[in-house]
C-alpha cells in the first residue's frame, strides 16, 4: 500500500482521449470519469468502478443509478441550457479539496426577481456515503422543469416561487464514496479516530476485490470467539453474536490492522460529521471537566467545514428563504427540530402545529413509518422512552436560528423492504437472504456469500456480508432507488406547495366630499404557511412587511397622511387564529394620475398592483 505525507494536496491531470462526444451516433455524454485520489490523505486508495453509477442510457435522465460528480454537472448544465428562463446554474462555494459545490436557482425569470418570491432550498448528500439523496434532489429539480408548462400546479409554483437546489452538498467525501471502496461519513479532512496522534493511518481494505470492504470471519474453535453461524439459516451464511467465549468464529470488519493496535479500519479517511458543525447548540469532541456535553465529529469550531458554511451563508444572505430540507438517510422518517429537547418544551405552540400537519402530511404520502423531533420522537421511534441530544445539528439552526420549515428527511430504509418473504413468521436477516436469493432484479447483490482468502495477519479467513453501500445505507440501483426517490419528492413537493404567498385580491379608489380620492388595496396570503414563523420574528431573521404607495405627477398625499410606507406586519398561514390572512392598506391622495402600491414580506413575496385615479 503506498503512503504519502498526511496533508499533502495532490494534482491529478487528466487525459480526456477517448471519450465520446454528445453528439455521437451513440449519443453518449462524455461525462469525465476522472480517476478519485482525496487530496488529503495518509494512504493512496484503490479505485471501483460501480456499476450503479452507469446511467440506464447516456444522456436520457433516470432515477435507477447514482450520478458522479461529473454527471451530476452535466445534468445541472443541461437543465441552465436547456431551460434559460427557467434556470440559474452556480457555483454556491468551494470544498476542502477544492470542487465547487454547484447549486441552481429554479423560478420563472420573467415574472420578477428570485429574491422577490417566497422561496425553498432543496440540499442532499452532505453525508458522504448517503447518495440516494442526491438522486432525490436532481429528481425534484427534475419535475420542477419537465412539468413547467404541461402542469398547472407546478407551472404556478415556478411563476410565484423560487427554488434552490444543491445536490451535492459535499462532492470530496461523496466521490470518494461512490470512485472508491472507502465509506467515510462526511469531509475527507484528516482526523485522529482512534487517538493514536496519526490521522488516517488505518483505512479500509477490500481483499477478495469485489469492491466493497464487507467483514472477515475466522474459525477459532469453541470457546475462542463471540460469533457461529446462525442456526436458523441453513445455508451458513449468517452470524449470530454470542458473547465473548461462547462461540468459535471471530468477525472482524474486512481489511487490515495497518496501525498494529489490534483494530481493523478504525481509522479511516476523515472522521468529522458536517451535520454536527451548524451553529446552534454546538458542542466541542472534547472538554476539560467530565461534566459537560460533548459532540463527536463536531468540528474544530462551528462551521469550521467550507461546506456547511457556504450553506448557512447562503441561506443567511437570502432570508426570503421559509422551508428547506436537506436530506440524509437511512431510517426512514421526516425528521425535523429539535435535537436537544422535546418539541413542546422549546417550540412556539403556533409554529409546532405547522410542523405536525407536515409530519402527518408527509406520513399520508411516503409511508415512512415515523416522523417528529430528532431528540425525542426519533429516539423512542422503538419503543424507547428517553430523548437523546444531537448537538450542531442542522434542523436547530434551520428552526431556532433561521426560523424556517426544516426537514432532515431520511429516505431509504431497507426494512421498508423486507417482508416475512419465508413464511416463519418473523422478519428479518432471513428475509434480507430470500430476496438477495430469489428477486430477479437483486440477482444476489445483496450478499457476498463468504470467500477464502489469505490475510496478511491472520492467515486463513473468509470474507463476505452485506453489501454495505447499496443496501446498508442506500437503495440498490434500479427500482428500488426509484421507488425510494419517487416517494421523498412527493413530500418535498408539498412542502413547496406551502410555501407562503402575498397576492393582490382587490383595489378600489372612492371619491371623497372634498375632492380627495382614497385609494384602498387589499392583500391575502394564499399559501399554506405564514408569512414569518414566530421564531423567524423573535431571532429577527425577517422584518415586518410593508406596504407603500408610489404616486406620479399629478398626484400627492392629502393633508395629514402618515406617509407613502406603512407597516404592513405579518401574514398568517392555514393554521393561524391571531394572526390575519387577509388586509386592506388606504391612502388619500389629491390630484389624478397613478399610484403604485407595493407590499413587500421578507418570506411572502413582493406584489404590486397600479390603480388609475381618474
Given at each position: 500500500m503506498k503512503r504519502w505525507i498526511p496533508g499533502l494536496l495532490v494534482t491529478i491531470l487528466v487525459s480526456q482521449a477517448g471519450l465520446v462526444s454528445a453528439a455521437s451516433p451513440a449519443g453518449q455524454v462524455p461525462f469525465l470519469k476522472r480517476p478519485f485520489i482525496p487530496a488529503q490523505a495518509a494512504f493512496e486508495v484503490d479505485q471501483f468502478a460501480y456499476p450503479e453509477t452507469k446511467p440506464k442510457k447516456a444522456g436520457t435522465f433516470d432515477i435507477q443509478h447514482y450520478p458522479l460528480y461529473d454527471e451530476v454537472l452535466y445534468w445541472l448544465e443541461?437543465?441552465?441550457k436547456q431551460y434559460p428562463g427557467l434556470v440559474e446554474l452556480y457555483s454556491a462555494g468551494k470544498s476542502l479539496e477544492g470542487r465547487d459545490i454547484w447549486q441552481i436557482t429554479i423560478t420563472n425569470k420573467k415574472t420578477g426577481s428570485a429574491t422577490d418570491k417566497p422561496a425553498m432550498w432543496v440540499g442532499a448528500n452532505r453525508h458522504s456515503g448517503e447518495v440516494t439523496t442526491r438522486v432525490a434532489a436532481l429528481h425534484f429539480a427534475n419535475e420542477l422543469l419537465s412539468k413547467y408548462g404541461k402542469d398547472p400546479e407546478i407551472?404556478?409554483?415556478?411563476?410565484?416561487?423560487t427554488f434552490y437546489v444543491r445536490p451535492v452538498e459535499n462532492p470530496d467525501g461523496s466521490e470518494l464514496y461512490l470512485n472508491t471502496i472507502q465509506t467515510n461519513r462526511s469531509t475527507n479532512r484528516p482526523v485522529d479516530n482512534d487517538g493514536d496522534g496519526v490521522m488516517d493511518e488505518d483505512?479500509?481494505?477490500?481483499?477478495?476485490?469485489?469492491?466493497?470492504?464487507?467483514?472477515?470471519?475466522?474459525?477459532?474453535?469453541?470457546?475462542?470467539?463471540?460469533?457461529t453461524k446462525d442456526p436458523a439459516d441453513p445455508s451458513g451464511r449468517l452470524m449470530k453474536q454470542v458473547g465473548q467465549g461462547k462461540g468459535d468464529y471471530l468477525v472482524l470488519p474486512e481489511g487490515i490492522d495497518n496501525d498494529g493496535d489490534g483494530k481493523y479500519n478504525e481509522d479511516g479517511i476523515g472522521g468529522l460529521d458536517l451535520h454536527r458543525n451548524y451553529p446552534e447548540n454546538w458542542r466541542?469532541?472534547?472538554e476539560n471537566t467530565g461534566m459537560g456535553w460533548t459532540q463527536g465529529g463536531a468540528g474544530e469550531y462551528p462551521l469550521s467545514e467550507p461546506e456547511m458554511r457556504s450553506v448557512v451563508l447562503f441561506l443567511l444572505e437570502n432570508p426570503h428563504i421559509s422551508v428547506v430540507e436537506t436530506m440524509d438517510t437511512t431510517v426512514p422518517m421526516h425528521l425535523r427540530p429539535p435535537s436537544t429537547s422535546k418539541s413542546e418544551e422549546s417550540m412556539f405552540p403556533e409554529d409546532l402545529a405547522y410542523y405536525q400537519h407536515l409530519d402527518k402530511k408527509g406520513q399520508e404520502l411516503t409511508g415512512y413509518p415515523w416522523a417528529g423531533d430528532v431528540y425525542?420522537?426519533?429516539?423512542?421511534?422503538?419503543?424507547?422512552?428517553?430523548?437523546?441530544?444531537?448537538f450542531g445539528h442542522s434542523p436547530d439552526w434551520g428552526y431556532f436560528?433561521?426560523?424556517t420549515i426544516w426537514y432532515g428527511d431520511e429516505l431509504w430504509g431497507k426494512q421498508e423492504y423486507v417482508k416475512d418473504y419465508n413464511k416463519d413468521g418473523n422478519v428479518d436477516e432471513l428475509d434480507q437472504?430470500?430476496?438477495?436469493?430469489?428477486m430477479p432484479e437483486l440477482k444476489g447483490k445483496l450478499f457476498q456469500n463468504w470467500t477464502p482468502v489469505e490475510h496478511p495477519q491472520l492467515g486463513r479467513v473468509e470474507v463476505g456480508g452485506w453489501n454495505p453501500k447499496f443496501w446498508n445505507q442506500n437503495a440498490p440501483a434500479g427500482s428500488m432507488l426509484k421507488t425510494a426517490v419517487e416517494k421523498q419528492s412527493a413530500f418535498n413537493l408539498e412542502l413547496a406547495k406551502s410555501l407562503p404567498l402575498l397576492t393582490i385580491k382587490g383595489s378600489e379608489v372612492k371619491k371623497n366630499p372634498d375632492g380627495t380620492s382614497t385609494i384602498s388595496v387589499t392583500v391575502s396570503n394564499e399559501g399554506f404557511l405564514p408569512d414569518a414563523l414566530k421564531q423567524a420574528w423573535?431571532?429577527?431573521?425577517?422584518?415586518?412587511?410593508?406596504?407603500?404607495i408610489k404616486l406620479e405627477d399629478g398626484l400627492t398625499l392629502a393633508g395629514e397622511e402618515a406617509g407613502q410606507t406603512q407597516d404592513a406586519g405579518f401574514f398568517g398561514g392555514a393554521l393561524d387564529d391571531g394572526e390575519e390572512r387577509t388586509k386592506t392598506f388606504s391612502w388619500t391622495v389629491e390630484g389624478k394620475g397613478k399610484a403604485q402600491v407595493t407590499i413587500r414580506s421578507t418570506r411572502g413575496g413582493t406584489v404590486s398592483v397600479t390603480v388609475p385615479i381618474p
Open positions: 443541461t437543465w441552465a407551472t404556478h409554483l415556478l411563476n410565484t416561487r483505512i479500509l481494505e477490500d481483499l477478495d476485490g469485489d469492491g466493497y470492504s464487507r467483514q472477515i470471519r475466522k474459525y477459532v474453535g469453541m470457546g475462542n470467539g463471540d460469533y466541542p469532541m472534547s425525542y420522537d426519533y429516539n423512542t421511534r422503538r419503543g424507547g422512552t428517553e430523548g437523546n441530544p444531537l436560528q433561521y426560523g437472504l430470500w430476496m438477495n436469493d430469489h423573535l431571532v429577527k431573521v425577517v422584518r415586518k412587511g410593508t406596504a407603500s
